[in-house]
């Protein structure tokens, strides 16, 4: 599956560090989505954009940046994280326009902080 | 806020086995519910997707039904295979807003 790709795969950081993650689709679609998931917790929905606009921010912390500068492409800059931050990062798009519902999610960034 | 819940959180049966597995919401107020797949240390495989004015859905092997008013659905899954092993995740999304929102997820484990 290359529709949605994410990058890099695996990230170990350390509290003081910025960094980033990067989603690129393939897929023509127009709205893209950040997600969060940690052991044992449901899937969290950190961010949406639709049309490259932010449209959803769910109480994410301010250490998390997201960019959407092209329906191509989604980023999540990264600085000063804590250890409770670990966790694999999604990054899915949706083709709104076409009213489909489906999302096509990338492979994830497994991120480890230290 | 909609809470979906997915019961049993693990299960292991022997292949060629029929099961199901179980997810329930808070909020009957939905758009519609999707089952995915997810595979260690991979994204997400949208499976199925039920809107709220159907009943049910089928794909191969796999059926998923929607119970609205009683906030459940279940997937049912024929002949389980070794290759079926992963973990199964429902989903849900409101009436209103672009959100989904997921259960924790059923790990399936399908012994030869």
């Known amino acids: 599956e290359t529709g949605v790709t994410q990058t890099p795969r695996h990230l170990v950081m350390g509290m003081t560090n910025k960094k980033s993650l990067k989603c690129e689709q393939h897929?023509?679609?127009?709205?893209m989505y950040w997600y969060k998931q940690s052991a044992k917790k449901p899937l969290e929905l950190m961010f949406v954009?639709?049309?490259?606009?932010?449209?959803e921010n769910n109480s994410v912390p301010s250490r998390f940046s997201p960019e959407c500068p092209n329906s191509s492409h989604l980023f999540l800059h990264l600085h000063t994280l804590q250890p409770e931050d670990s966790a694999l990062y999604l990054c899915?798009?949706?083709?709104?326009?076409?009213?489909?519902?489906?999302?096509?999610f990338g492979p994830g960034t497994r991120l480890l902080v230290l | 806020k909609q809470e979906v819940t997915q019961i049993p959180a693990a299960l292991s049966v022997p292949e060629g086995e029929n099961l199901v597995l179980n997810c329930s919401f808070t909020?009957?107020?939905?758009?519609?519910l999707q089952w995915f797949r997810q595979d260690p240390g991979k994204g997400l495989t949208s499976l199925l997707l039920?809107?709220?004015?159907?009943r049910e859905q089928t794909s191969g092997r796999l059926n998923a039904s929607l119970d609205k008013s009683s906030g459940r659905s279940t997937l049912y899954i024929a002949a389980s295979q070794p290759g079926d092993s992963a973990t199964y995740l429902c989903?849900?999304?409101?009436?209103?807003?672009?959100?989904?929102?997921f259960g924790t997820g059923t790990s399936l484990t399908v012994i030869p």
């Open positions: 899915a798009s949706r083709n709104i326009a076409g009213g489909s519902e489906t999302q096509y």
């Open positions: 897929l023509g679609h127009n709205a």
């Open positions: 954009y639709n049309f490259k606009e932010q449209t």
């Open positions: 909020d009957s107020a939905i758009y519609n």
């Open positions: 039920i809107q709220s004015s159907q």
């Open positions: 989903a849900v999304r409101l009436d209103t807003g672009n959100q989904f929102y």
